[in-house]
């Protein structure tokens, strides 16, 4: 069987009023046209639909069928257009999102406080370093990404929203505390617990000792920021982090930050997203939530050395 939406847009009408003059108003039709669809719905079906009766027309069995499922399909189609309106009123949808294992301290503040005010959309957040995000980005996975210093090489749309500030920690009885401006040389001959390969902070980190002609200390490889908050306490060695997941310890005193030259290192948080693609009204909503408000939800903690908002943006 052949036909189309508009046949059976017209048949439901008439069917509904059992008027080719009343459905003909109703769809800013004339009457000529309205009759011309059902002619050729009647043909493309093979049985009549309408049969009349003195001056009324009344509904065939064949016509009572097609009412039935033109009514249905009707439905479905009105349901269509609400779900897509609701997409396109950010009153629905789904936001993908995926945020760099730091950021993480902030991304669910941030969240949160979208989902109040968007409650209909259904948010998925991916925690995960910045290899995978990038892997993420090429693949067009998700809808935004939150990251430090997107590359260049790859064809995105990076907006910064707020700064980064990566610092090196150290108990509070540590030899090093109570030095100022300690030469970076110095903490070559230090034990550390660094961030994993692929990880955004251990990345910078590396190219501020590789541009001193040193090479980043190592010592116990971790993934987690949490995990070096708690070696550095419990007396492993020496840490780098950003003061975003520092704001207890650096309050209460369980860590403090060094005063080494070239720290702290000025970095960013982007919001990213392939060039060309397509934000959903969702995500469109989301990015310039972040763009515009994360800075009044997100304290950073007061980081030793720290520029103002002139600082080179890497
Ligand atoms: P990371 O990323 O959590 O992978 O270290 C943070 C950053 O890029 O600064």
Redesign the pocket.
């Known amino acids: 069987m052949h036909l189309t939406l508009r046949q059976l847009k017209v048949f439901e009408a008439v069917a509904r009023h059992l008027s080719h003059t009343k459905a003909a108003e109703e769809l800013h039709l004339t009457q000529p046209a309205v009759s011309m669809q059902i002619r050729q719905l009647e043909e493309n079906v093979g049985l009549p639909l309408f049969e009349q009766v003195g001056r009324r027309i009344h509904l065939t069995d064949a016509g009572r069928e097609m009412y039935d499922y033109s009514c249905r399909i009707t439905a479905l189609l009105h349901e269509a257009e609400e779900v897509i309106d609701a997409l396109r009123g950010v009153r629905g949808g789904r936001l993908a999102i995926s945020v760099?294992?730091?950021?993480n301290h902030f991304a669910t503040r941030l969240l949160a406080e979208f989902s109040k005010r968007y409650a209909g959309v259904s948010v998925s957040l991916d925690v995960t370093?910045?290899e995978t995000?990038l892997r993420q980005l090429a693949a067009n996975e998700r809808d935004l990404v939150i990251?430090?210093?997107p590359p260049a090489e790859l064809d995105l749309v990076a907006e910064a929203f707020m700064e980064?500030p990566?610092v090196v920690i150290a108990p509070p009885d540590h030899p090093l505390a109570r030095r100022r401006r300690i030469p970076l040389a110095d903490l070559v001959q230090e034990h550390f617990a660094i961030?994993e390969q692929?990880?955004?902070?251990?990345?910078?980190a590396e190219r501020l000792f590789r541009s001193q002609g040193l090479a980043l200390p190592t010592g116990m490889e971790m993934t987690s920021?949490e995990a070096i908050k708690q070696a550095v306490e419990a007396g492993l060695g020496l840490g780098i982090a950003?003061v975003h997941t520092l704001e207890l310890e650096l309050e209460t005193g369980r860590l403090v930050q060094l005063d080494v030259e070239g720290f702290p290192i000025e970095?960013h948080w982007y919001i990213v997203h392939r060039q060309g693609k397509r934000l959903s009204p969702a995500a469109s909503a989301f990015r310039a939530f972040v763009l515009e408000e994360a800075g009044a939800f997100v304290k950073l903690p007061p980081a030793r050395g720290r520029r103002r908002a002139t600082a080179r943006r890497r």
């Open positions: 760099a294992t730091t950021a370093n910045r995000l990251m430090g210093e980064n990566l961030r692929g990880s955004g902070t251990r990345a910078a920021n950003s970095r």
